[in-house]
Structures are given as C-alpha cells and as structure tokens.
T-cell receptor, first 113, second 109 residues
Framework: DVKVTQSSRYLVKRTGEKVFLECVQD?????MFWYRQDPGLGLRLIYF???????EKGDIPEGYSVSREKKERFSLILESASTNQTSMYLC????????????FGNGTRLTVT | TQLLEQSPQFLSIQEGENLTVYCNSS?????LQWYRQEPGEGPVLLVT?????EVKKLKRLTFQFGDARKDSSLHITAAQPGDTGLYLC?????????FGAGTTVTVRA
C-alpha cells in the first residue's frame, strides 16, 4: 500500500513567518502534488512535480513555492505566511502523470494568526 | 481549470435509505474519479470510470459515467453509518485532475 506521510497534522504560525510543509511517499512515485482544501471550494492544486528538481505551477501558486530535491520528498513553502493561507493542505502522489489516481496524505491543518 | 459541480452539498439520511450524489460539468473528461474522505484523513480513491455510459459497482455503491463523459453519479443502496464522509469527484482533462467541492454525506444510525 502506498503511504504518503505529512510531517505535521496541525500547525499554528504567525503572519509573516516562513512555513515549511513536508511530505514523503514510499512507493517510488514520479509525481507529487500539493493541494489546499477549503469548505465549499474543494481541492485546488497549488504546485506539482513530475520529477526530481522539476516543478509546475497549479491553479493557485501565488504565495507558495516548492522544493523537490529527492524523489520521495516534496516540500511546500510559504515564504511569508498570511491569514488567507489558513487552510487544510493535502499532499498526494501518483504513479503516472496526467489524471492518474492520487494517493493522499492525511493533511496538515495550518492556521495563520 | 474545468469546473465540476457537485450536488447536493450536504445530505443527511437514515440508515437503510438510498442516496444519489451528482457531479456535473460542461466539459468533457477523459475519465472521472470518485474519492471518499473521512474526518481527519486524506481522500481515498473509490473508483475510476473511463468510458461514456460506463456503470461500475462496488458492493452497495454504483457509479455511472454519462454518455457524453460530462457528468457522473454515485448511488448508495441501503446506506450505513460507515458510508458517512465527504464524497469528491475529480475529472481528468488537460493532463490533470479538477475536483468538485464535494458532497458531505451523513448516515444516521
């Protein structure tokens, strides 16, 4: 079974702080994704990566960056956290690109005060 | 981004009743996936439908993909409390997935 692990379940940060959200998958998947989930808005794609050191912008990349130095690890970075980035963040991986089924982590609930 | 609309947004039913959740779009999708998300967990894939008109059954869950591949439905027969969760549809188009906002289903014992 694929396991996608997000390092924190809950995080509380102050406005302006730099925030790192970490995600690790154990199934040698090429593709990794970061989504944010907000009530009534569903899942929105922030960034994705189809290979080490490669990254592509999703639908809402503003205010975020990512890092993929190793195949199994994909990090989401909030350079200067703002209150409108309070959300549930979900990491996912997939074997193939495109619309291949996703394997999700359990999420990180981030609160920015 | 291709828009997927799910209805209803919330559904609360008694154990043993049937329910249907809808997922509609004006866009054509290569395939459509359904996920269930339980509180405190990430979404888990239930099924992928690929062919227009396709019907897939997973125990008490029946999934249908519209003939024009623009819409899908999920029907649960004799719902149980364990079916409680957020049901999400996701359509594949332009080599990526677009998610609906989800339907929150509560099955009361």
């Amino acid at each position: 079974d694929v396991k996608v692990t997000q390092s924190s379940r809950y995080l509380v940060k102050r406005t302006g702080e730099k925030v790192f959200l970490e995600c690790v998958q154990d199934m040698d998947h090429e593709n990794m994704f970061w989504y944010r989930q907000d009530p009534g808005l569903g899942l929105r794609l922030i960034y994705f990566s189809y290979d080490v050191k490669m990254k592509e912008k999703g639908d809402i990349p503003e205010g975020y960056s990512v890092s993929r130095e190793k195949k199994e690890r994909f990090s989401l970075i909030l350079e200067s956290a703002s209150t409108n980035q309070t959300s549930m963040y979900l990491c996912a991986s997939s074997l193939y690109a495109g619309g291949s089924p996703l394997h999700f982590g359990n999420g990180t609930r981030l609160t920015v005060t | 981004t291709q828009l997927l609309e799910q209805s209803p947004q919330f559904l609360s039913i008694q154990e043993g009743e049937n329910l249907t959740v809808y997922c509609n779009s004006s866009s054509v999708f290569s395939s459509l996936q359904w996920y269930r998300q339980e509180p405190g967990e990430g979404p888990v894939l239930l099924v992928t439908v690929v062919t227009g008109g396709e019907v897939k059954k997973l125990k008490r869950l029946t999934f249908q993909f519209g003939d024009a591949r623009k819409d899908s439905s999920l029907h649960i027969t004799a719902a149980q409390p364990g079916d409680t969760g957020l049901y999400l549809c996701a359509g594949e188009g332009d080599y990526k997935l677009s998610f609906g906002a989800g339907t929150t289903v509560t099955v009361r014992a």
